[in-house]
């Protein structure tokens, strides 16, 4: 064989191995988001629902809260060091039933729950799980929150969890929406008209007010809480309208579980590119007129 043919089948050689080395490269991206599109596909067949978990509970400490699958002993996540008026993102989980756990902060995993209950999570559904009530009497209550609104307005419900103030009646633009409610009560959901106006807490001692918007088609939770200065309100969207369901937790939250997709291919195919320049640079350097070939080994 010519020293030239011979450089021929070197360079075929090499080429052949890059692109060997740059197929799964380049597919390792498009499979794995032909895979998180299956999965996605596959949650949405199987189902999928929201959760999110509230302590409303005035005099009750700070808990640890755990949520499990059914017969799964491993918690699906937990929240750590959740305090009186925190309510957590919704958590997209798959449809099925669950157990709740509330466990005093810092306590063990096996330790005996303050609080338990359990929640059947449809597909299509969204759920607040909420610690509420005086000591005595405590309970872990489950709300189904709405996901859908009438045509041009705003759904909105009120949960009256001031234990300072155990009778309030809480309007919206000048109209009440809650009257005389009684620690610890939720009400259902009723339509309003749209708009940004005062939400108005009134108790036997004064009032306390705060600016809300209401756009056409959301969902919301006003929760009356025990401020350092008295009454609070605080705002919870529940949903956006149908288009908008609720959305996941946070990327950081619930222990920052989130797999991790297959690292940048560019670094590779830079490598191969510049492997493949050269082995192109030897084979033109060789083949040129007047370039001395390779001496056989004698």
Request: with cysteine; aromatic share 6%; charged share 10%.
């Amino acid at each position: 064989m010519t020293p030239r043919g011979t450089i021929r089948r070197i360079a075929l050689l090499l080429a052949s191995i890059a692109v060997l080395f740059a197929l799964p490269v380049a597919a390792a991206p498009a499979a794995a988001a032909a895979t998180g599109g299956a999965a996605a596909g596959d949650a949405a067949a199987g189902g999928t629902g929201w959760i999110r978990l509230a302590h409303l509970s005035p005099d009750m400490p700070a808990t640890d809260v755990y949520l499990y699958s059914f017969g799964n002993p491993d918690a699906r996540f937990v929240l750590h060091h959740v305090a009186y008026g925190t309510v957590s993102a919704y958590q997209t989980v798959p449809a099925g039933d669950y157990s709740i756990a509330m466990r005093m902060a810092g306590a063990t995993a096996t330790s005996q729950p303050v609080l338990s209950a359990s929640v059947t999570i449809t597909a299509g559904h969204a759920y607040t799980a909420a610690a509420i009530g005086p000591q005595p009497g405590l309970r872990l209550q489950v709300l189904d929150d709405d996901l859908t609104t009438p045509a041009g307005k705003a759904l909105v419900r009120v949960v009256q969890a001031s234990l300072k103030d155990k009778t309030v009646t809480v309007s919206w633009d000048g109209h009440p929406i809650a009257a005389q409610l009684t620690f610890p009560a939720v009400t259902s959901y009723q339509a309003v008209s749209p708009g940004s106006e005062s939400v108005t807490v009134r108790d036997a001692t004064g009032t306390a007010s705060s600016a809300v918007t209401l756009t056409a088609g959301s969902v919301h939770t006003l929760v009356v809480l025990d401020g350092g200065h008295g009454l609070e309100i605080a705002n919870l969207e529940d949903a956006a309208g149908s288009t908008q369901m609720p959305a996941g937790g946070a990327a950081t939250g619930f222990g920052g579980t989130a797999a991790h997709g297959p690292g940048p291919a560019m670094p590779w195919l830079v490598i191969i590119g510049a492997g493949a320049l050269l082995c192109l640079a030897a084979l033109i350097g060789c083949s040129r007129p007047g370039a001395r070939p390779w001496r056989q080994a004698r």
